[in-house]
């Protein structure tokens, strides 16, 4: 089993709530706020955790909202790995309105990272085992450009790790012009912005993915459909899996579930199909959740025993 580790260069603490509905001028009296971990790779570690393995959480964060943040990681049991920023971590709202059931998710800029403080985030980077697993997701902060997670990239293979990159707009495509990664998790518009090109049939996904195959972007592809599943593309194999019919309640947190579930099949070390359907199941299970939650480890189990796998 390979060691695993999650990078996440803009978290956040997030703070859930609930109101009757959303109009202005007026206090919108909301219930007791709810405070959550978020940002890409801390999810995907979280939801590791969650299906019974471990990764080591990698991340910046400072002030209160960071302390907090560190806290609440710690509380569910996670390992992890901070470098001290002097921006404060940022705070993002999530409010559900009652009368409409809506889901309203305000976003704030990740806090600002300096040059010392990535580097420093290199230098964790640099004392993980070579052979380890290394997964990149989520977004660019303010003070961090593509160069800088190019360069990320290029050290972590000179340093032996195999990178698992899950991002979108010019974050995935400087990481795709870069090559050599071990799994890319686009979904189906992530993958037609780097095709340059719509994919409105299974076929122009495949020969997409294949393409960035054939020019050694990655070992392996997977191209996440939504409700239809997902694609998996290597050298060799070509499957594709699809859930079974559910009723989604949120799909937030269903493409880290998945990445979550990819990784940890990768690290076992499990062949195409079984990383896939895990994958899926994850996908599909965090679903059936509400809100922001991850995938519930009974139900990704259930789920990949009914997962199809066709190619
Ligand atoms: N409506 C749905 N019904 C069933 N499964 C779903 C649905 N939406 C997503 N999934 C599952 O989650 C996986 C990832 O979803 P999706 O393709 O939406 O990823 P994503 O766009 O990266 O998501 P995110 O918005 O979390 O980044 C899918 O492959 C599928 O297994
Ligand atoms: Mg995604």
Not at 199 to 225: F, G, K, N, P, T
Request: with cysteine; glycine share 8%.
């Amino acid at each position: 089993m390979q060691s695993i580790a999650t990078l996440t260069f803009a978290p956040s603490l997030d703070c859930a709530t609930e109101t009757d509905v959303l109009y202005p001028e007026g206090k919108l009296r909301c219930a007791a706020p709810q405070f959550e971990p978020g940002g890409g790779g801390i999810n995907v570690a979280r939801a590791i955790h969650m299906l019974g393995g471990k990764a080591l959480a990698i991340y910046p964060a400072g002030g209160p909202t960071g302390a907090h943040l560190t806290h609440l990681l710690q509380q569910e049991g996670l390992t992890v790995d901070v470098v001290t920023t002097q921006d404060w971590t940022r705070q993002n709202l999530h409010v559900f309105t009652r009368e409409q059931k809506e889901q309203y998710r305000f976003v704030m800029p990740g806090a600002t990272l300096h040059d010392e403080e990535i580097h420093a985030l290199r230098q964790r980077v640099a004392a993980l085992a070579a052979g380890s697993l290394l997964v990149i997701s989520g977004s660019l902060p303010p003070g961090m450009d593509v160069a800088d997670l190019v360069d990320l990239l290029v050290f972590a293979r000179q340093n032996h790790l195999h990178c698992v990159v899950d991002s979108s707009g010019p974050a995935l495509e400087a990481a795709v012009r870069e090559g050599g990664l071990l799994l890319i998790k686009p979904n189906r518009k992530e993958l037609a912005a780097l095709a340059g090109t719509t994919l409105d049939s299974l076929e122009q996904v495949v020969a997409a993915a294949r393409d960035l195959i054939r020019r050694e972007v990655s070992r392996y592809i997977v191209v996440s459909l939504g409700a239809d599943g997902a694609l998996a593309v290597s050298r060799e194999q070509q499957v594709l899996a699809t859930p079974p019919a559910v009723t989604a309640l949120s799909t937030v947190g269903a493409g880290d579930s998945m990445v979550a579930a990819l990784t940890l099949k990768l690290a076992e070390r499990a062949s195409l199909e079984e990383m896939l359907r895990w994958g899926v199941a994850a996908g599909t299970a965090a679903t059936l959740r509400h809100g922001t939650q991850l995938c519930d480890p009974q139900a990704t189990a259930r789920l990949a025993a009914e997962v199809h796998i066709g190619r």
